[in-house]
């Protein structure tokens, strides 16, 4: 089974730093793009973040210089080092594969998601 | 970034309802379209790919349309476990931009 797992999430205070990690089973990770994408309390989807299969990183506005999103293949995990957190961090964070469907990129599967609270 | 913007924001319907969901893209992103459904506590299933294609196990009654900048999702009958809310996601340019999300209640 494809699956992606999130963890790393909790409260910490503005300003602060935490470092979420997403565990991937039942795929090659070198061979896909991983995202993060953010939903914050009642609101929409947010997408955050992605790492391409050779490195490359991509970042949302929002979240340029402060958020990092790294790979370690060998371990099967996507990191996203977040620092300088404000208020308005405070979401649900999911990671998600980039896949193809036909010659469509896609996100799929999704985690359930890690919860981040920036709250003093 | 592209704009997405999904009408309307909430709607309720009746089971065995035809029930439209639409999305613009502030710039033509030909077929690069794809619609999720979300639940209450759950993260976003993938529902239609490019525009029109029905995922796997996706219940036929859920149908896509539209290129360039307007899309449609379509519940052909809708049943009571289609409530949640729906977005569409464009991935012709990065970022990939989400729709703010259609609420669909079941009357």
């Known amino acids: 089974d494809v699956q992606v797992v999130e963890s790393g999430g909790g409260i910490v205070q503005p300003g602060g730093s935490l470092r979420l990690s997403c565990a991937v089973s039942g795929f090659t990770l070198n061979k896909y793009w991983i995202h993060w994408v953010r939903q914050a309390p009642g609101e929409g989807l947010e997408w955050i973040s992605r790492i391409n299969n050779d490195g490359t990183t991509t970042y949302a506005d929002s979240v340029k210089g402060r958020f990092t999103i790294s790979r370690d293949d060998a371990k099967n995990t996507i990191y996203l080092q977040m620092n300088s957190l404000r208020d308005d961090d405070t979401a649900m964070y999911y990671c998600?594969?980039?896949?193809?469907?036909?010659?469509?990129?896609?996100?799929?599967?999704w985690g359930l998601g890690t919860l981040v609270t920036v709250s003093s | 970034d592209v704009q997405m913007t999904q009408s309307p924001s909430s709607l309720s319907a009746f089971v065995g309802d035809r029930v439209t969901i639409t999305c613009r893209a502030g710039?033509?992103?030909?077929?690069?379209l794809n619609w999720y459904q979300q639940k209450p506590g759950t993260p976003p299933k993938l529902l239609i790919f490019?525009?029109?294609n029905v995922q796997t196990g996706v219940p036929s009654r859920f149908s896509g349309s539209g290129s360039g900048t307007d899309f449609t999702l379509t519940i052909s009958s809708l049943q009571a476990e289609d409530f949640g809310t729906y977005y569409c996601q464009q991935s012709y340019n990065s970022p990939y931009t989400f729709g703010q999300g259609t609420k669909l209640e079941i009357k």
């Open positions: 710039q033509r992103i030909a077929t690069y």
């Open positions: 998600t594969r980039g896949a193809t469907a036909g010659t469509w990129p896609v996100l799929d599967p």
């Open positions: 490019g525009s029109s």
